[in-house]
């Protein structure tokens, strides 16, 4: 994972399957697809595509961060 974007928010190349739900987001001007959470229906972040790739940037407010265990 490189870090960070132009805007601050850690990147993502996948999301969990089936967590998510996608809507379209026009606000301030630009078109661009929301990512929210299936369960709750909090705002996560936003998902870009980047020719063959999608681009998941995730406000790191909203991330939980586990060690890894070997």
């Known amino acids: 994972m490189e870090?960070?974007?132009?805007d601050g928010d850690p990147p993502f190349y996948?999301?969990?399957?089936?967590a998510t739900i996608?809507?379209?987001?026009?606000?301030y001007g630009?078109?661009?697809i929301e990512v929210v959470a299936k369960i709750s229906g909090i705002?996560?972040?936003h998902?870009?595509?980047e020719g063959n790739n999608r681009?998941?940037?995730?406000?790191?407010?909203v991330?939980?961060?586990v060690p890894h265990l070997p």
């Open 3 to 6: 870090c960070c974007t132009y």
């Open 55 to 61: 681009r998941f940037c995730i406000n790191a407010t």
């Open 22 to 27: 996608e809507k379209i987001d026009d606000s």
């Open 14 to 18: 996948k999301a969990v399957d089936g």
């Open 47 to 49: 998902v870009f595509d």
């Open 43 to 45: 705002h996560l972040g």
């Open 30 to 32: 630009m078109k661009r």
């Open 63 to 65: 991330l939980d961060f």
